[in-house]
């Protein structure tokens, strides 16, 4: 099957590689030529586990090419996927839909044979009908089914979540565009792998739904860490002991700095300012929203406290910044604003992450690089685990010993026993339990 990906940014590039795998003719097309020509020349511009070889082995097999040239790259195509960005837009939150809408009005004149167009983007109930009215405007006679596609796939596990997704959801109202998509999806569906068929706007919705959902989950369990802290009860085992009803179910719930990364912290935005234009408002997603805020700036206090009270003139390190691991991904990452608040408590901080680091330098200001977790624990007064790389799992606690001024370790993700760390001679403040 002949498919044009329109965006090559982390949901395109990860879906066109994984559908070029599938046995696809695969074509990537993005506006950007410094991406393009770095993905020709076999550079992947983003840190995705597994993902260089993936693109290098389809490119080789010659079922994976990355071009500019967008009406080249859509000659022949049976389905257009548009994967372009939808960032929330300035001022109101709402998500911004120009580049979606740009690649409609693109590919309008260009479309001969039946073609189905496949929004992948993240974007708000009612676009797909946006989308059909944008094409059809261009070109009355277009042959065309626009279907909604969304996807769920884990920065750093996008390609076993694109492999073995829990469901794949497909919105649509064409039974010529049902065959084509159950045809792109084959080697999943020969799986087992549920494919759910709805109507366009019910796609939309499950998508933003998904992540709101989400986004709710982690923020109860945070917020009943918090309780925890105050009544001496362990989150660990409050989120087990709620997770194994299998209603509730044991995964995102573990307690932290707060959720951020590009999907969450937008969505959630941008579902509630939906649900108010439609006048029938998410009151506990805009809740969700205040509350993950407000969050990352208590987190600040959290280890003013752990500190003494006071961190003016203190050292701290910090080790994680971006917004989960096995990602390079700074964006809404909870370290900027835990890092900015604690700056303005008169912290100097020194920081480390093991792929983070040259988006950080863009977006922070006044803090110490450093080489390793040791490097950056030297002379502070605490070391603060914000985002839980495995790098930072094992650590050589005799050796933090020595270099740090003060023995204390905030592990924001819970990742150290208690006791393990106090036998070496720390003090330590997990989130959610007794200290
Ligand atoms: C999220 C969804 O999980 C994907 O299903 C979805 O496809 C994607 O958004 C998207 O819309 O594109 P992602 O943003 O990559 O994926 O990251 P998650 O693994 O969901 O983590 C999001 C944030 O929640 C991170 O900051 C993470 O640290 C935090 N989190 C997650 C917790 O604090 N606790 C948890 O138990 C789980």
Redesign the pocket.
């Known amino acids: 099957m002949r498919i044009t990906m329109i965006g090559s940014g982390y949901?395109g590039l990860v879906s066109g590689a994984c559908l070029a795998d599938f046995g696809h003719d695969v074509v990537c097309v993005d506006k950007d030529e410094d991406k393009i020509a770095a993905l020709q020349a076999g550079r992947i511009p983003i840190f995705e586990p597994g993902l260089d070889s993936l693109v290098a082995g389809n490119v080789k097999a010659g079922r994976l090419s990355f071009t500019t040239d967008l009406a080249g790259g859509v000659e022949g195509a049976e389905v257009i996927f548009i994967a372009v960005g939808t960032p929330a837009r300035r001022g109101d939150g709402h998500a911004d839909l120009s580049f979606v809408h740009e690649a409609a009005r693109t590919i309008a004149p260009l479309l001969k044979d039946f073609t189905v167009v496949v929004t992948k983007s993240?974007v708000p109930v009612g676009t797909g009908d946006e989308i059909e009215k944008i094409i059809k405007k261009a070109n009355p006679a277009a042959d065309v089914a626009v279907v909604s596609n969304p996807?769920?796939?884990?920065?750093?596990a996008a390609i076993d979540?694109f492999r073995r997704p829990d469901r794949i959801v497909v919105g649509l109202s064409d039974e010529r565009a049902e065959a084509v998509m159950t045809e792109v999806y084959r080697p999943l569906y020969l799986n087992q792998a549920p494919i759910l068929f709805t109507g366009r706007r019910t796609a939309e919705l499950i998508?933003y739904a998904?992540?709101a959902f989400?986004a709710m989950k982690?923020t109860f369990?945070n917020e009943i860490a918090d309780l925890c802290e105050q009544t001496g009860a362990n989150v660990r085992q409050v989120a087990q002991g709620i997770g194994l009803d299998k209603r509730i179910g044991s995964?995102?719930?573990?307690?932290?700095p707060?959720?951020?990364?590009?999907?969450?912290p937008k969505?959630t935005v941008a579902l509630a300012k939906t649900a108010q234009d439609f006048g029938s408002p998410l009151r506990l997603v805009e809740t969700t929203v205040a509350v993950n805020t407000a969050r990352k700036r208590s987190i600040a206090r959290k280890i003013v406290a752990a500190c003494g009270g006071d961190v003016s003139e203190k050292k701290i390190a910090i080790l994680g910044l971006t917004?989960?691991p096995n990602t390079d991904d700074m964006r809404e990452s909870?370290a900027l604003t835990i890092i900015q608040a604690l700056q303005d408590a008169g912290a100097e901080i020194s920081a480390y992450d093991p792929e983070g680091m040259a988006h950080a330098r863009t977006m922070m200001e006044n803090v110490d690089f450093a080489s390793d977790p040791y490097d950056a624990a030297k002379d502070a007064e605490a070391l603060v685990i914000i985002t839980e790389w495995n790098a930072f799992r094992a650590m050589d606690f005799k050796r933090l010993k020595q270099v740090m001024k003060t023995p204390l370790l905030v592990d924001l993700r819970n990742i150290y026993r208690k006791d393990e760390v106090k036998g070496h001679g720390f003090a330590y403040v997990g989130v959610g339990r007794p200290t």
């Open positions: 949901v993240t996807e769920f796939l884990r920065e750093g979540d998508k998904g992540n989400l982690i369990i995964k995102f719930l573990h307690a932290g707060g959720y951020g990364g590009s999907c969450f969505d917004f989960k909870p």
